[in-house]
């Protein structure tokens, strides 16, 4: 049971009192966590809190509700938790409970989640706008649209009553998509203890494998350092890594294959997001190396582009035209550098490159934040603090009719992926110490010291 929330309380102060000044002084904020979900009869999927109430508020416990609204002189905060139960302790771990969130979390007033509907009624009856993530508390919204509906009515009359509601999650990721210093140097750490996984699984692996085996000298390192993966490792051996969104993890890996892993971790709510394409016998083939560089090169060429006053598709368009003069130097597309990369970066290349290069990341791996937010064509500018990932991809999937590529080149994908940190001078790539070169990775693979 955590002691506190994961910063000290004046940055979550600033965060609620950015978000709350944006709101009319007639209206009331409701973020619910997130809900629990059944897995499998009495068993339920691991708990995870919602990432805007971990923003706000550090509160990890399921059922609960962080309340903002102003009483007229100032903005005020509630969070109800679920309180200490003895019983409910003994079976299901203990909790902060009131008295707790009351005196070490950084609301006003703590109160018991299970009153919530009782004391928010009057509340919400007195506001004009209700801001709401519907969705998560089936009570709660069920509340808040029968005041709606009833009040919208009754103001005609007496003028009580909300008349809209407003989801404010728009606002929030507006929020989320710059960094804080305290926010980096937690994802920092995620990043390093990602990269570590994958420079482990590269030295213990000798030769041939399997997917699952790989994948546990991965998240064995995660457990080891108090983490745990922030989405479904992808590990995949030859011919499934041409499959973007693999996750059987089943086959067995031949030795002269590559093994693509996609693998990240979530430390005190944030994500690193990693990905990797090495030799499991530890030498590229030629075949091999030739794609490889050409993604990586793809690599290093977005990631220098990532840097204050460049679009958000920046890195993405020099992905696109690097990709293509690779595979028009190295004969792999036998057409012009031009046709490759098409007029509006969507030529041949995007045939074994569909994904897009860059993610927001942060407490959610693929962090919330409008790209677009004003309808810009290239996305908007970058800016320091934000903190986005740079995965460009080559796949050549064995299984998919009329590639129209050499067959030496066929069953083969490669993906490499680094989380970049935006600043005021070079881009800091937070996942550095993971190999990345040819060299470093065939001086890493097999080689457990
Ligand atoms: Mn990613």
């Known amino acids: 049971m955590p002691d506190g929330p994961v910063f000290a309380l004046p940055e979550y102060l600033r965060?609620?009192?950015?978000?709350?000044?944006?709101?009319?002084?007639?209206?009331?904020?409701?973020?619910?966590?997130?809900?629990?979900?059944?897995?499998?009869?009495?068993?339920?999927?691991?708990?995870?809190?919602?990432?805007?109430?971990?923003?706000?508020?550090?509160?990890?416990?399921?059922?609960?509700?962080?309340?903002?609204?102003?009483?007229?002189?100032?903005?005020?905060?509630?969070?109800?938790?679920r309180d200490n139960n003895e019983l409910a302790e003994r079976w299901e771990g203990r909790r902060v409970g009131v008295v707790g969130a009351q005196e070490r979390w950084p609301v006003?007033?703590?109160?018991?989640?299970?009153?919530?509907?009782?004391?928010?009624?009057?509340l919400i009856q007195t506001k004009n706008t209700v801001y709401i993530q519907q969705g998560h508390d089936h009570d709660l919204d069920t509340l808040v649209?029968?005041?709606?509906?009833?009040?919208?009515?009754?103001?005609?009359?007496?003028?009580?009553?909300?008349?809209?509601?407003?989801d404010p999650s728009a606002l929030l990721a507006e929020m989320r998509i710059r960094k804080s210093e305290s926010e980096i140097s937690i994802m920092r750490e995620a990043a390093i203890i990602a990269s570590n996984a994958h420079k482990h699984a590269m030295r213990n692996t000798k030769g041939e494998s399997n997917e699952f085996e790989i994948q546990s000298l991965i998240e064995s390192t995660f457990m080891k350092n108090k983490s745990i993966p922030s989405y479904g490792s992808i590990v995949a051996g030859g011919d499934n890594a041409t499959i973007l969104h693999y996750h059987a993890n089943q086959d067995h890996v031949k030795d002269g294959s590559l093994i693509l892993i996609d693998a990240g971790c979530e430390v005190q709510g944030y994500a690193s997001d990693i990905t990797r394409t090495w030799p499991v016998g530890g030498k590229f083939?030629?075949?091999?190396?030739?794609?490889?560089?050409?993604?990586?090169?793809?690599?290093?060429?977005?990631?220098?582009?990532?840097r204050p006053g460049n679009t958000w598709s920046d890195p993405h368009k020099a992905a696109v035209r690097s990709l293509s003069e690779g595979l028009v130097e190295k004969g792999v597309l036998d057409c012009t550098i031009e046709e490759a990369m098409g007029e509006n970066y969507d030529g041949r290349v995007?045939?074994?490159?569909?994904?897009?290069?860059?993610?927001?990341?942060?407490?959610?791996?693929?962090?919330?934040?409008?790209?677009?937010?004003?309808?810009?064509?290239?996305?908007?500018l970058l800016e320091p603090g934000m903190?986005?990932?740079?995965?460009?991809?080559?796949?050549?999937?064995?299984?998919?009719?009329?590639?129209?590529?050499?067959?030496?080149?066929?069953?083969?994908?490669?993906?490499?992926?680094?989380?970049?940190?935006?600043?005021?001078?070079?881009?800091e790539v937070l996942t550095a110490s993971c190999p990345k070169t040819v060299v470093d990775i065939e001086n890493t693979v097999g080689k457990d010291v």
């Open 350 to 380: 995007r045939e074994f490159f569909m994904h897009g290069t860059s993610h927001s990341i942060g407490l959610d791996v693929h962090d919330v934040g409008v790209i677009k937010p004003n309808g810009e064509e290239d996305g908007r």
């Open 108 to 122: 006003d007033h703590a109160r018991d989640w299970e009153n919530r509907l009782g004391i928010l009624e009057g």
């Open 387 to 427: 903190v986005l990932t740079v995965e460009p991809g080559l796949y050549f999937p064995k299984w998919v009719e009329n590639l129209n590529i050499d067959p030496k080149f066929s069953g083969i994908g490669i993906r490499i992926e680094d989380d970049v940190l935006i600043t005021d001078g070079d881009p």
């Open 285 to 306: 083939s030629q075949v091999q190396k030739d794609l490889y560089e050409i993604v990586l090169t793809a690599q290093l060429d977005a990631i220098d582009m990532c």
């Open 15 to 81: 965060r609620q009192s950015a978000l709350l000044s944006q709101l009319d002084i007639n209206s009331i904020l409701l973020i619910p966590t997130n809900d629990l979900k059944i897995r499998s009869h009495d068993v339920h999927y691991p708990f995870r809190a919602s990432s805007d109430i971990l923003y706000l508020t550090g509160w990890e416990e399921p059922k609960a509700l962080f309340v903002g609204y102003h009483d007229g002189e100032d903005w005020k905060t509630t969070l109800f938790v």
């Open 145 to 166: 649209n029968r005041l709606l509906i009833t009040k919208t009515r009754e103001k005609t009359v007496s003028g009580k009553g909300p008349s809209a509601v407003v």
